[in-house]
């Protein structure tokens, strides 16, 4: 009996380049991401557009956690983070700008053409170009050259709820070759941050227990290291009072111990995850 044998195709170089760049961006998003608290504080959003951010050159970003109808419309915004990097720089401004546009998408759907995320899929995901986006209700919200394209993707919070979501959406101002490459890292972007704001915010519906900006500082100054007097005498509060905003934090972030309080701040996602 004959083998037969089968003649693989060689990789081209610059297949090969597109590959190696696609796993640098990976692995630099990877680590990026890594540095997110799982924690509910005040611009846990923003943090995530800015780690998304890291890994383009020229790009409009927003990242927002949301409450989604069936339908794919909107029923709640809950927190938003945008972001605009212009040659590997984050320009405020434009960022802020982005921002107030995506406060008015209470009551619209998530996708330009109000895909759903499927039954048995955590993420949705789409490449729109602008005559796409031309009389959508996106249309105001982005502004995409003629040779432009918009990747929107969904994100489910925890499979066992399909109400909250992050959606993740990234303007580039020119369709590439690399447009598979780009839709591939911001797939990746929204199932990892997504983990992380399982553990942060929880898969709801139901309040989310925000950090207040106080509460913040004063975890950020316990990550360094610092004990409850030095945290005190730098924020210029009594003890007493840092002890509060201390059981506070135990208490929303559901720690037992300053150990597990200080391992959240730092990203690290317990191996079983809250069911709710």
Known sequence: ????????????????????????RCAQLTQSIGKIPAVATPDWCERSSAALASVFTHADLAIILADVAESGR???VLSIGACAVRHGKLERQEGLDLRVRFEGMVGLPWSPDGMTIQDGSDVASKTYGRTELINTSHA???????????????????????????????????????SFECMMVVRLASALLARVAHVAMGAGPGAILWLTHREQEVLDLLVMGNSVKEVSETLGRSPHTIHDHVKSLHRKL??????????KALGHIPATQPSN
């Open 1 to 24: 009996m004959k083998s037969t044998s089968t003649t693989e195709r060689p990789i081209d170089s610059s297949q090969l380049g597109r590959m190696q760049r696609m796993l640098e």
């Open 74 to 76: 909107v029923n709640e």
């Open 140 to 178: 105001n919200t982005w502004y995409i050259p003629a040779n432009g394209s918009l990747i929107a993707t969904a994100a489910l919070l925890c499979p066992q709820s399909r109400v909250r979501k992050l959606l993740t959406y990234v303007a580039l101002p020119e369709s590439t070759e690399r």
């Open 254 to 263: 559901n720690a037992n111990s300053r150990g597990e309080l200080v391992a």
